[in-house]
């Protein structure tokens, strides 16, 4: 989602409260051969298996992500919202046809936040 005033996001932030991100360790920001690979900071990741890494924070689910933060003005924001991990890309509030993410919402009503308007 674009970072605008109107983001239900902002007001939310509960998939990166509620949910283990985990993902494939390609993604971490390493350097081969002089060339960077993937983009995640790895400062911000734990190690899970060999291949697989998480976002700190949410290795058992239920704690928030250590790359989200809040702004009394902004609401909820992601500090490496650029460098995000492919889960994190790909959770939204929308599903692609245009209806409502149902586990999006199920963490919206369960925090007392209204469903989101498709």
């Known amino acids: 989602m674009s970072h605008s005033h109107n983001n239900p996001c902002f007001e939310c932030g509960q998939c990166c ?3 283990r991100v985990s993902f494939y360790h390609g993604e971490v920001l390493h350097h081969d051969g002089g060339q960077a690979i993937g983009m995640v900071p790895p400062e911000f990741v734990t190690q899970l298996t060999p291949h697989m890494v998480c976002m700190k924070g949410t290795e058992a689910g239920k704690k928030p992500c250590v790359a989200l933060g809040f702004d ?3 609401g909820y924001r992601c500090s ?3 460098q995000r991990p492919s889960p994190c890309r790909e959770f939204n509030v929308l599903n692609d046809d245009g209806s409502l993410n149902s586990q ?7 925090a007392g936040l209204a469903s989101v308007k498709p």
């Open 72 to 74: 009394d003005e902004l």
């Open 80 to 82: 490496i919202y650029e």
């Open 104 to 110: 999006c919402d199920k963490l919206r009503r369960a």
């Open 17 to 19: 409260q509620s949910l």
